[in-house]
């Protein structure tokens, strides 16, 4: 079941609005969490799926609140690319990072490609959680000045 997460005072110069969110879609609860625990630390509201699936019914529910998707590439169920192409079919205007620890021939046996979501970019795992705040951080900005 998904699960907002509440904001907490962090270093970062930027915070996410109240109807602002970031989602993190990850099958594995540990990295889920830890992430989650990184981006609320950097003052972001975070909306947790465990899958592609229970993430697009959560981006229907807040449509248009969610500005950022930091999604695993492979799960189960449905996948994180496969998912984010149908975010775009409820709203577009969203910013996807990929994750995974999987070779290219695995995440292209999907079927979908990265380079046919627009406003999309990947990190390979594993990665700094602070390498990730502050290409978010500077995300954001870029949201902020209406790129």
Do not use: C, H
Not at 1 to 27: I, N, Y
């Amino acid at each position: 079941m998904a699960e907002t997460q509440s904001a907490e005072q962090g270093k970062g110069t930027l915070r996410a609005k109240p109807d602002s969110f970031v989602m993190v879609v990850e099958d594995d609860e540990v990295f889920r969490w830890l992430l989650t625990e990184a981006l609320k630390k950097e003052g972001f509201e975070v909306l947790t799926a465990v899958n592609g699936k229970e993430a697009l019914e959560l981006y229907r529910e807040k449509a248009g609140k969610v500005w950022l998707v930091v999604s695993d590439v492979i799960m189960p169920g449905m996948d994180g690319l496969t998912a984010a192409m149908e975010m775009r079919k409820v709203d577009d205007r969203a910013f996807f990072i990929f994750m995974s620890g999987y070779d290219s021939a695995r995440i292209e046996g999907i079927g979908v490609r990265m380079e046919d979501i627009p406003r999309s970019e990947f990190f390979r795992k594993p990665f700094a959680f602070k390498d990730m705040a502050e290409r978010i951080r500077t995300l954001e900005r870029e949201k902020a000045a209406g790129s």
